[in-house]
C-alpha cells in the first residue's frame, strides 16, 4: 500500500496505539530507572504477571489519601501485600514520585519532599534499577549488566504480608527483629497494634500487642507444623523451613505449587492468618488462624471495652461508657475502646456535694491486667479504697484485695461454664447507675401516660384474668408432666438400686410409678426364655428377647427405655424396649463386626450420642446427669441410629445447678472422671469426660479400660495424647476405617474428644458447643490440654463404690458398674 497516496491506514494505526497507551498507563515494564520514574495511574508489573505495584487508595478511606503499594495481579480482587509509605500518604498522586535518587528509591510528595526511601548509606557506583520480581520482592539492585547484586529488597521490610520466599527473621548481631505488623485499620495502612516475629533463640512465633505484650505461641517447629498450631497438618501445599546460623534465624516457606495465591497475613484483628485464593469463587479462603478465638487478642476491645465470644459483635462497651468517636466497632478499629459517658466526682467534691460515685457490680469476668493488691481486712474497706482514691476504675474482693488504676485492658466476659473468673466492680458516676429526679416537664408526661395506662388496664383486665387462669392451668399441666418425669426417671434408678442389693420384694410394687408384670405374661412373650431367644449376658444376668401380647417388642438389660418390671420369688425383671442392633461395644469392639461400621456411620453416632446428652443437660425439662455413660449404654436401632440408654444412675439437678456432691462413686472404670472418681463431685461436664473417652473408644477402635502398651502409655487417653504431641494424628485411626475415613473429620473428632476429656471441667466444652463444633465447619478449635489418666488393669464389670487413691497424678480404682 502507498501511504503517500491513502495516509489514513498509518493514521488509524498510530490513533489505536495512542488510545491503547492512555487506557493501560502501566509502564509496561517491571523496572524503575533514573530516567523512568513512577507517578499517577502508572504501574509496573512483574515479568510473569504475577504482581503489580502503584499508587492505591485504601477501601473506604478518604480519597485523598494514596500509598504506594503492591498487590497481586492475577487476582480479581486487589488485594494490598507490601505497602511503602505506610505512615504519610500523599494526597495528589499526579504531583508525586517514586525515583532512584542519589543512591535510593525515594518517595517525592507534591512538595517534592522526600517521605520515603530505602534509606541506604552506602551504594553502588553503577547505574540502579528497582525491579519487581515475579515471586513479589521488590528490590532495588545494581542496573549493570549480568549483576545480581541486591542494595534493598521488599523482602526484609514487609509489611503486613508474609509472602512464600519471605524471610521472618531474628538477627543475632544487631538484635533486630523483622516483624509483620498489622495495619492500624482496614482503612489505614499504618502500623498496628499487633506484630508476629521469631522469638529470640527459638523456632516459634509470637504475637505482640503495641511491641510488647506476647500473647500468643506458637510452641516450637518439630519440620511439619507448630506443635501448637495442628491445623497446619492439613495444609499440604506449604513447605515451611526453619534456619539457624551464627547471624540470624529465620523462618521461610514456598509452596509445592506456584500457581497457588497463598500468604500469611498479620490481620487487623490481632491474629495470624493462612488466606488462599480461591478464582472460582472471587474470595479468600481461611485456613487456619491463630489465637482461634477472638477474645484471646490482647486488648482486642481497647481501653474498657468488654470482650464476649459469645456476642456476635466480641466488643461492647463497658457500662456508663461509649465508643470513641474513631471507633463504632464496625470490624475497622478496635484499639480506640470506650469513653467515659459522664465523669466521676471522686475525692471530697463529692462529698460537698452531696453526690458519690459507685460501683457496677459485673460478674463471672476474666480480670484486666495490671491490678494492684492492697493489704485490707474485707470487702467493704476494698471498696472504700477504691472509692477514695481518684484514680481507681475498679476493684475486686476475693481472697484479698484488687484495685486497677486507670485503662481497664484485656476485660472478657466469660462463659456460665467457666468457673475461673470472679466478680469485677466498676466505678461510675451516680447518674450512670440510678435515674436522676424527673423534671416538671418530665413529671407531666408521666401522669399523662399513667393515665392513659389505667385506662388501658380497666378496658383489658377480663382479658388478664382469663390469661391468668389459662396460664395457671398450663402450669399445673407442666408441673405435673414434671412430677411424672421425675417420678419415672427415680423409679428406675430405685428398681435398679433395689435389685443391686437383693432388697426388691413383691410388696415393693406399691409406690413404684412403673407398669407392673407377671411372670407368666414374661414367659410366654420370651418363649419360656427360650435359647433362640437369648440376646446375651448383661451385668444383672441373661438378656431375652420378647415380644408382649400387645405387639410392643421388649428387652431385659443395656436398652434403651424401661417399660415395666416384675418381681415374682426369686425372680427380679426389668423389661426395656428392644433395639435389634444391639450395644455399640458389639460392634466396634470386634474384629469382624467393626467392618460393618464405616467412617460416616461412626461419625454420625458421635454426632447422635452428643445429640442425646445436650437433650439430657440442656433441652429436656430436667436437667439429668447420666454418670454412666459408655459404648455399652450406646444402643442402636435398625437404622445403626444411636439411642442412651441405662438411666439407673443418672441423678436430676435443679435447671442452675452445675453440679452435686455424693458420698457414694457409682460408674464405670475408665469413663468416669477425675473429680468424680476423686471427691465425688459430678456436673455436666462428667458427662462430657465419659463422651470424650467413648468418642475416642469409635474412632480408635480400642477400649480404654483395659488398654494397656508398656512403651506407648498406660491408658487410651494417654496413647492419643502422645501421638497429638507427637503429631501422629492418624496413627490412632482403626485400621478397618483406612478406605473410608475423611481426614479433617477424624482430625476434629481427635481434637474434640481431647478437649473433653481434659483434667480440669472448666477446660472441657458443654455439648452444645462440641456439637457446634462437629456440625460446623470451622477449622479453629481450641488446642487441647493433657488429660486425665488413668491406669487400666481390667476389662471386667465388677461394682464399688470406693474412693480411689491417687498416686503421681495416676488415679487406681476398681471399677464401677
Same mark, same amino acid.
Given at each position: 500500500m502507498d501511504y503517500k497516496k491513502n495516509p489514513w491506514p498509518m493514521m488509524l494505526s498510530f490513533l489505536f496505539i495512542c488510545l491503547s497507551l492512555n487506557n493501560h498507563p502501566s509502564l509496561g515494564v517491571d523496572t524503575i530507572s533514573a530516567d523512568q520514574p513512577l507517578s499517577g495511574d502508572q504501574t509496573i508489573i512483574s515479568n510473569g504477571w504475577s504482581f503489580e505495584l502503584g499508587f492505591f487508595t485504601p477501601d473506604k478511606s478518604p480519597r485523598s489519601n494514596y500509598y504506594i503499594g503492591m498487590w497481586y495481579k492475577k487476582n480479581s480482587r486487589r488485594t494490598i501485600v507490601w505497602v511503602a509509605n505506610r505512615e504519610t500518604p500523599v494526597s495528589n498522586r499526579f504531583s508525586c514520585e517514586l525515583r532512584i535518587s542519589d543512591g535510593n528509591l525515594v518517595?517525592?510528595?507534591?512538595?517534592?519532599?522526600?517521605?520515603?526511601?530505602?534509606?541506604?548509606?552506602?551504594?553502588?557506583?553503577?547505574?540502579?534499577?528497582a525491579v519487581l520480581l515475579d515471586e513479589g520482592n521488590f528490590v532495588l539492585r545494581d542496573g549493570s549488566a549480568n549483576s545480581s547484586k541486591l542494595l534493598w529488597q521488599s523482602f526484609d521490610n514487609p509489611t503486613h504480608t508474609w509472602l512464600p520466599g519471605g524471610k521472618i527473621a531474628y538477627n543475632n548481631k544487631t538484635k533486630q527483629n523483622v516483624q509483620i505488623i498489622s495495619w492500624k485499620n482496614s482503612e489505614d495502612p499504618a502500623p498496628g497494634p499487633f506484630a508476629l516475629e521469631l522469638q529470640q533463640n527459638t523456632s516459634s512465633f509470637i504475637i505482640r500487642w503495641n511491641k510488647s505484650v506476647p500473647y500468643w505461641n506458637s510452641g516450637p517447629w518439630d519440620g511439619k507444623i507448630f506443635s501448637w498450631v495442628p491445623e497446619m497438618s492439613r495444609n499440604y501445599f506449604t513447605n515451611v523451613s526453619y534456619v539457624s546460623n551464627e547471624n540470624e534465624s529465620y523462618m521461610t516457606y514456598s509452596l509445592y505449587d506456584p500457581s497457588i495465591i497463598s500468604g500469611f497475613v498479620m490481620d487487623i484483628s490481632g491474629q495470624i492468618q493462612q488466606l488462599s485464593w480461591l478464582e472460582s469463587t472471587k474470595q479468600w479462603n481461611l485456613l487456619w488462624s491463630q489465637p482461634r478465638t477472638q477474645c484471646e487478642v490482647y486488648a482486642f476491645c481497647g481501653p474498657f471495652g468488654l470482650c464476649n465470644q459469645q456476642s456476635l459483635a466480641f466488643c461492647s462497651c463497658l457500662q456508663g461508657f461509649q465508643a470513641t468517636s474513631s471507633n463504632n466497632w464496625n470490624l475497622s478499629d478496635f484499639s480506640a475502646g470506650c469513653a467515659r459517658k459522664t465523669s466521676l466526682q471522686c475525692g471530697n467534691d463529692s462529698l460537698a456535694n452531696g453526690k458519690r460515685d459507685e460501683f457496677w457490680e459485673m460478674p463471672n469476668m476474666k480480670f484486666p491486667d495490671h491490678p494492684q493488691t492492697v493489704a485490707v481486712g474485707n470487702s467493704s474497706e476494698c471498696e472504700s479504697t477504691c472509692l477514695n482514691n481518684c484514680s481507681c476504675t475498679a476493684y475486686a474482693y476475693g481472697h484479698h484485695c484488687s484495685i486497677w488504676i486507670g485503662?481497664?485492658?484485656?476485660? =472478657?466476659?466469660? @462463659?456460665?461454664?467457666?468457673? #475461673? +473468673?470472679? $466478680?469485677?466492680?466498676?466505678? !461510675?458516676?451516680? %447518674?450512670?447507675?440510678?435515674?436522676?429526679?424527673?423534671?416538671? =416537664?418530665?413529671? @407531666?408526661?408521666?401522669?399523662? #401516660? +399513667?393515665? $392513659?395506662?389505667?385506662?388501658? !388496664?380497666?378496658? %383489658?383486665?377480663?382479658?388478664?384474668?382469663?390469661?391468668?387462669?389459662?396460664?395457671?392451668?398450663?402450669?399445673?399441666?407442666?408441673?405435673?408432666?414434671?412430677?411424672?418425669?421425675?417420678?419415672?426417671?427415680?423409679?428406675?434408678?430405685?428398681?435398679?438400686?433395689?435389685?443391686?442389693?437383693?432388697?426388691?420384694?413383691?410388696?415393693?410394687?406399691?409406690?413404684?410409678?412403673?407398669?407392673?408384670?407377671?411372670?407368666?405374661s414374661?414367659?410366654?412373650?420370651?418363649?419360656?426364655?427360650?435359647?433362640?431367644?437369648?440376646?446375651?449376658?448383661?451385668?444383672?444376668g441373661p438378656v431375652y428377647k420378647g415380644k408382649l401380647p400387645s405387639g410392643q417388642e421388649i428387652a431385659h438389660r443395656n436398652l434403651v427405655r424401661l417399660h415395666g418390671y416384675c418381681i415374682e420369688g426369686s425372680e427380679k425383671i426389668l423389661l426395656y424396649e428392644y433395639m435389634p442392633n444391639k450395644?455399640?461395644?458389639?460392634?466396634?469392639?470386634?474384629?469382624?463386626?467393626?467392618?460393618?461400621?464405616?467412617?460416616?456411620?461412626?461419625?454420625?453416632?458421635?454426632?447422635?450420642?452428643?445429640?442425646?446428652?445436650?437433650?439430657?443437660?440442656?433441652?429436656?425439662?430436667?436437667?439429668?446427669?447420666?454418670?454412666?455413660?459408655?459404648?455399652?449404654?450406646?444402643?442402636?436401632?435398625?437404622?445403626?441410629?444411636?439411642?442412651?440408654?441405662?438411666?439407673?444412675?443418672?441423678r436430676i439437678v435443679g435447671d442452675r445447678q452445675s453440679e452435686a456432691i455424693t458420698s457414694k462413686v457409682a460408674g464405670t472404670y475408665g469413663y468416669m472422671s477425675p473429680e468424680y472418681v476423686i471427691d465425688g463431685i459430678f456436673s455436666i461436664k462428667s458427662d462430657v469426660f465419659s463422651f470424650g473417652v467413648v468418642l475416642l473408644e469409635i474412632i480408635s477402635g480400642k477400649r480404654n479400660t483395659g488398654f494397656y502398651k508398656s512403651e506407648q502409655a498406660m491408658s487410651l487417653l494417654g496413647y492419643a495424647w502422645g501421638l497429638w504431641t507427637d503429631n501422629m494424628l492418624m496413627d490412632l485411626m482403626d485400621e478397618t476405617l483406612q478406605d473410608t475415613c475423611i481426614a479433617d473429620q477424624f482430625v476434629k473428632c481427635l481434637n474434640i474428644g481431647l478437649l473433653c476429656v481434659q483434667a480440669n471441667p472448666s477446660d472441657r466444652p458443654t455439648l452444645s458447643i462440641v456439637i457446634k463444633m462437629l456440625d460446623g465447619e470451622t477449622v479453629n478449635l481450641p488446642t487441647p490440654k493433657r488429660p486425665a489418666f488413668f491406669i487400666g488393669r481390667d476389662q471386667s464389670s465388677s461394682t464399688s463404690s470406693n474412693k480411689p487413691e491417687s498416686i503421681n497424678e495416676v488415679t487406681n480404682s476398681l471399677e464401677a458398674r
Open positions: 518517595l517525592f510528595n507534591e512538595s517534592q519532599i522526600p517521605i520515603w526511601s530505602t534509606n541506604l548509606s552506602s551504594t553502588s557506583s553503577g547505574p540502579l534499577e485503662d481497664l485492658l484485656n476485660l =472478657k466476659q466469660l @462463659t456460665s461454664s467457666d468457673t #475461673s +473468673g470472679g $466478680t469485677l466492680y466498676l466505678k !461510675l458516676a451516680t %447518674s450512670e447507675l440510678s435515674i436522676s429526679p424527673p423534671s416538671k =416537664k418530665r413529671m @407531666t408526661l408521666l401522669l399523662i #401516660s +399513667g393515665i $392513659t395506662s389505667a385506662i388501658v !388496664l380497666c378496658a %383489658s383486665i377480663s382479658m388478664c384474668i382469663w390469661q391468668r387462669k389459662m396460664s395457671k392451668r398450663k402450669e399445673n399441666r407442666q408441673i405435673n408432666e414434671r412430677n411424672q418425669a421425675h417420678r419415672m426417671l427415680h423409679s428406675e434408678s430405685h428398681v435398679q438400686e433395689l435389685i443391686d442389693l437383693g432388697e426388691l420384694k413383691e410388696e415393693d410394687e406399691k409406690g413404684l410409678d412403673l407398669p407392673f408384670y407377671d411372670l407368666e414374661i414367659r410366654v412373650a420370651t418363649g419360656n426364655f427360650s435359647d433362640e431367644n437369648k440376646l446375651g449376658q448383661g451385668g444383672y450395644s455399640l461395644d458389639f460392634f466396634i469392639f470386634d474384629q469382624k463386626q467393626s467392618m460393618s461400621l464405616d467412617w460416616e456411620m461412626r461419625f454420625n453416632i458421635i454426632l447422635g450420642i452428643a445429640r442425646g446428652i445436650l437433650y439430657l443437660h440442656q433441652d429436656s425439662r430436667l436437667r439429668i446427669i447420666h454418670r454412666d455413660l459408655k459404648t455399652s449404654n450406646i444402643l442402636l436401632d435398625h437404622k445403626m441410629n444411636p439411642k442412651i440408654s441405662d438411666f439407673g444412675l443418672a
